[in-house]
Nanobody, 124 residues
Framework: QVQLVESGGGSVQPGDSLRLSCRASSRTYRLYGMGWYRQAPGKVREFVATVSWGQNRTFHRESLEGRFTVSGDNAENTVYLQMNDLKPEDTAIYYC?????????????????WGQGTQVTVSS
């Protein structure tokens, strides 16, 4: 099994920055992708950004490009999300996800391991 441990969430003011981190522990699975999704109250879970080592590229939600940047280390099974100029609409639970599927890109069904989530609240 794969366990994902997220950190870095919190409560900030508009315009602030946060960096989320996630580490996957896996002794039997090779991970081909890791990334971030978020779910705001009353809304469906949505894609934020992923690192696809199988496809050798990153994916970002178009509306977040320029403010959010994903990065990761396949050897360490870690993924990070740098979030700048945060806005109240970024308030959500942010979930780390990982995939042992070589073709994983950004779709939620591509990812078969999920963290518990970390709360990000942006409010003045």
């Amino acid at each position: 099994q794969v366990q994902l441990v997220e950190s870095g969430g919190g409560s900030v003011q508009p315009g602030d920055s946060l960096r989320l981190s996630c580490r996957a522990s896996s002794r039997t699975y090779r991970l081909y992708g890791m990334g971030w999704y978020r779910q705001a109250p009353g809304k469906v879970r949505e894609f934020v950004a992923t690192v696809s080592w199988g496809q050798n590229r990153t994916f970002h939600r178009e509306s977040l490009e320029g403010r959010f940047t994903v990065s990761g280390d396949n050897a360490e099974n870690t993924v990070y999300l740098q979030m700048n100029d945060l806005k109240p609409e970024d308030t959500a639970i942010y979930y780390c996800a990982a995939s042992d599927r070589e073709w994983a890109t950004l779709r939620i069904p591509d990812y078969n391991f999920w963290g518990q989530g970390t709360q990000v609240t942006v409010s003045s």
